[in-house]
């Protein structure tokens, strides 16, 4: 075969790999994975490469025919009470922190948001965004400053964040099983980092995480 009749491979995007990420949490939310499938069908989303890698992930999934080419299901998914879709439509909100900070409080649905921080950082709470098949990615550049960012119990913490001399700082307590949603981070970090932690209030006496402190 020449050059010019094999197909040419195209690299994937993060815009790209959201879009499938999307769908992964629509047949979550739908009942269509369990936890563990809905993990593993995004570490591959996550660890993809090429746009041709992406359609066979969910190939087997009505929400995503439209990825591989094949009309979508006539029934369209419904998901189970409490779950708050993320809504990947709206873009990523832009702030900044410089020698300061404030208190951030993501709303339900919110896709995540995206910050440049110099010698500061924010308390970014994440209680309200996360839920069942959620996905929220906080893109966070950080030069000598850093954030603390307040999860949830059940949340999954990927962290494919790039740091010279840095890195972020992930809590032992805060890392769950993926039950109440995933958190993403991303961003160029150079001697800096974020401090990622269990948010405890609300939580009930007895609970194995109450009164733990930060």
Do not use: C
């Not at 499938?20 to 993990?39: F, M």
């Not at 009470?81 to 709303?107: C, I, W």
């Not at 949830?152 to 993926?178: C, F, H, K, L």
């Amino acid at each position: 075969m020449s050059e010019i009749e094999r197909r040419r491979r195209m690299r994937a995007s993060d815009e790209e790999r959201d879009a499938v990420l999307r769908i992964v949490q629509e047949a979550y939310a739908a009942g269509r994975l369990d936890i563990e499938e809905a993990e593993e069908r995004q570490d591959r989303v996550l660890g993809a490469r090429y746009t041709d890698e992406l359609g066979g992930i969910v190939d087997d999934l009505p929400e995503g025919q439209h990825i591989v080419g094949r009309p979508h299901s006539p029934t369209p998914a419904t998901a189970p009470r409490g779950h708050v879709p993320t809504r990947f439509d709206e873009e990523r909100k832009f702030s900044f922190a410089v020698l300061s900070g404030r208190d951030l409080t993501l709303a339900p649905g919110s896709p995540g948001m995206r910050d440049f921080a110099w010698w500061g950082g924010h308390n970014i709470y994440l209680r309200d965004a996360m839920g069942p098949g959620a996905v929220v990615v906080l893109e966070l550049h950080a030069i000598m400053g850093g954030h603390d960012i307040y999860v949830p119990p059940g949340v999954r913490i990927v962290d494919e964040s790039t740091a010279i001399m840095a890195g972020n700082d992930i809590d032992q307590a805060a890392q769950g099983d993926g039950s109440n949603g995933t958190l993403i981070l991303r961003g160029f970090l150079w001697w800096a980092g974020s401090d990622v932690k269990l948010d405890t209030r609300g939580l009930q006496p007895g609970h194995p995480d109450h009164g733990r402190h930060y």
